[in-house]
């Protein structure tokens, strides 16, 4: 866009080197010159996306047109905001100055971002690397400014570490498992960048990630929608990447269930929350990378068994999410009601959950109309806990039904001081507490009660939620959300996140400006402002995989 001053190769960044003559990763596959999208957005449009938006949406954009200011200047605001009548944020720019502030370089190309750029803190730990999961939200801005060309990069460097040897201790990890993060090391005299990666090796507990994948995956097909570029999904080092990561997932075993067996700490949640077994941040994740995989993949002799595998798989776990992982309030009377020690097909009763087992708290949360998948589902075990992503992510890629996705919503407006306060957004809710908390986390200092993982508030989120709202037809939860954050996030420095029941204290040891806390703000506000913008993120539901289920019936199917 002309008159623009974002431009990525202006900007500086204490990560930036010398250009080297080695390895470029613009060579290693050809760069199609494709015009950049920073006017027209019908390339990342998917028409159907906006189809099942209510009424309302339409309502709640009308009005905004009191926001609407023909003298602006577009100088000093990113061009998604030069596009639109809407009146930018002051927090807008500075969230792009910071999210600029964070990229880093490797052999003077944009690699990624970091995961948090605190100078306050004394602790780095693993804050200065690129992490996958973190960048998505980063890229989705880039994407969504028009800034194809640091997310393609990201993309080939970690389909290139996905090639290497992984080995933790002297155990060799899948062929397929992507990084959790990496780090770039420059040494400034023999002018030389180097890369080490970490595939759990060096991470706390020692858990190897399985959402990165995922998220590869996810964040290929949105390049995809976003650009209208099909070459670097189709390239033969994509195409091998989606079905070495699709071959560690589709392998069959001893498991009765189409869900993903995972460990603790395998996800966002990356340390001990009694989130092991079948976690619905992974299963939603699955689903949907199982989906966008389906789209890219090419039918030749090598993609034809996976898009078989892909089909089959697909149907079964929508099958069993949208049955045994659902709940409201006529299933939790369902359950209430169980009877224990049943055999054989005709049992309703199928993982034997004991009634006695259900937390008293549920009874109470759960309103009259709301629904929401819970955490997770296995033999004798049922953890109702609300997850955020999971169920986010769930209305994204339909794998809840348009009912379940609406009572989500429904869910989120009835309980909202529980799960929104005074910062979105809960990561988890309820908190676990005192001698479970012990158990379930194994003391965990930084897991306490209402802080991190543990019931803490996430602004990353918001671009979930915002996501969610849009595709549900509920702009107006989206635009309560963002307001909140524009209340506090600036204000505080882009914390990690935010402590206490409601979320009105900064994270005891939450690090200040964390990267995906400032782009899911941005990512949010330009998803709000251009809701075609959703069609890069999510999906349309499938038809040919839809089952008939009715709520009442779901559980004795």
């Known amino acids: 866009m002309e008159g623009r001053e974002y431009s990525l190769r ?25 015009p950049r999208l920073n006017i027209e957005r019908q390339r990342s449009f998917d028409e159907r996306s906006l189809s099942e938006l ?24 990113p061009a998604s905001s030069a596009r639109n009548s809407f009146e930018p944020h002051p927090m807008v720019a500075e969230a792009w100055d910071a999210l600029r502030r964070s990229l880093v370089y490797f052999r003077g190309q944009p690699v990624g971002t970091i995961a948090a750029y605190d100078h306050a803190s004394e602790e780095v730990l693993n804050y200065d690397q690129v992490f996958v999961r973190d960048f998505v939200p980063s890229a989705l801005a880039f994407l969504m400014n028009g800034e194809p060309d640091i997310v393609k990069n990201f993309l080939l460097k970690t389909l290139q570490l996905q090639g290497w040897e992984k080995r933790i201790d002297r155990f060799k990890l899948g062929e397929g498992a992507m990084p959790a993060s990496f780090k770039v090391l420059h040494d400034p005299v023999r002018k030389t960048d180097t890369i080490i990666a970490d595939f759990g090796e060096s991470a706390i507990g020692r858990v190897a990630p399985v959402d990165s994948g995922f998220w590869w995956i996810i964040l290929l097909r949105a390049y995809t929608k976003s650009t209208g570029d099909q070459t670097l999904a189709e390239s033969p080092e994509c195409q091998k990447g989606m079905r070495l990561i699709l071959s560690l997932c589709l392998s069959e075993g001893f498991d009765t269930f189409p869900t993903l067996l995972c460990a603790d700490g395998c996800s966002m949640i990356d340390r001990r929350m009694g989130i092991y077994g079948y976690p619905i941040e992974i299963q939603a994740l699955f689903f949907m ?45 369902t359950i209430y009601r169980y009877k224990t020690e049943e055999y054989s097909h005709t049992a309703v009763n199928k993982f034997n959950v004991i009634p006695d087992s259900i937390p008293d708290w549920v009874f109470d949360f759960m309103p009259t109309r709301g629904g929401y998948f819970i955490g997770n589902v296995s033999p004798a075990r049922m953890d109702f806990r609300w997850f955020a992503l999971g169920n986010c992510v769930a209305i994204l890629c339909c794998l809840a039904t348009a009912e379940q996705a609406s009572a989500i919503m429904d869910l989120i407006e009835a309980r909202w001081e529980e799960l929104v306060g005074e ?41 979930l939620l915002t996501a969610a709202c849009i595709k549900t037809g509920r702009p107006q939860i989206a635009r309560r959300v963002i307001d909140l954050a524009e209340s506090r996030l600036h204000k505080d420095g882009w914390p990690e996140y935010y402590d206490g029941k409601l979320g009105r204290y900064i994270g005891k040891q939450a690090r200040k400006f964390q990267t995906w806390s400032i782009a899911g703000y941005l990512v949010a506000k330009m998803m709000l402002e251009d809701p075609s913008h959703l069609g890069m993120i999510s999906l349309e539901e499938d038809r040919q995989m839809k089952p008939v289920i009715r709520r009442s019936s779901s559980w004795t199917c």
Request: one cysteine or more.
């Open 423 to 463: 910062m979105p957004l809960k990561i988890s809710y309820p908190a676990i507490e005192s001698h479970e908390w012990r158990i379930v986390t194994g003391c965990d200092p930084k897991n306490t009660r209402w802080s991190y993982h543990n019931g803490g508030s996430w602004p990353v989120l918001l671009w």
């Open 289 to 333: 990378a199982l989906r966008c995989a389906l789209a890219m993949l090419k039918p030749d002799s090598e993609g034809k068994e996976f898009i078989e595998r892909i089909a089959k798989r697909l149907t079964a776990l929508s099958y069993h999410m949208r049955n045994y992982f659902w709940l409201d309030f006529q299933q939790l009377n």
């Open 10 to 34: 202006n900007v500086s960044s204490h990560c930036s080197i010398s250009e080297m003559d080695d390895y470029d990763l613009s060579k290693l596959l050809d760069k199609p010159d494709k």
């Open 54 to 77: 209510s009424i309302g949406l339409s309502r709640a954009l009308d009005s905004y047109d009191n926001a609407y200011s023909p003298g602006r200047s577009a100088l000093d605001t």
